[in-house]
């Protein structure tokens, strides 16, 4: 599944500063730093913000224009946190990848060794093996490659099949979302929309459900 990648610099703040100061001089071919769109949102964010840096991409053959915001929200971690597009209305996970990918590989991963940083960035496609763990989700193919895609988890196999998916997913507790959940259900294995969010629903239901239980319910 394709999501959207992101970006984080680890270091001393005077680090994270000195590379974006670097950055900023060597910015060119449309690219710049914008640092009016900085001020106004240090002036319209109440209270203390970190170091804010915004870096405008240009609109090329690769990719539409963006503002790339990075923000130092924790001390010593500067992310991208969003990059808004600027020639249209909204950015392709594609897109917003191909933008991220050119600013990082263009200006960033020459200078993270020479300013003592660290760098992670993710990957733009991941499985399901990336978000949870090999059983639960042998359990959930299992369910969804025999359920009956009309009629969900209502058959009583097709039942048993998808509690011992969200039974497994509690006891290793998986960290699969329902927003993931429903995307791997329609994108990767062609259930309807409005079925997979029924599932997503009874899902996030059992899950409750199971940590109520294990918090609460052997005391009753």
Known sequence: MKVFKELSLIGKTSNLEALMSEVTSLLDNGWSRDTIAENKFRKDVLGDVGNVFCISAPDTSEHPGGQIWLMENETGVLSVTNIVPTSKNELSMDEYNAILDEFFNRYISSLVDKHRLRFNITPGVI??????????VSKLRLFSRAANKSTGSSHPLDKKRWFDFIISAHIND???STDMLIRWLTEVEGWADEMAHELAIEYEYGRTLLEYYDKAGRKQ
């Open 174 to 176: 998986s960290s699969l």
């Open 127 to 136: 499985t399901l093996e990336d978000i949870t763990d090999e059983k639960t």
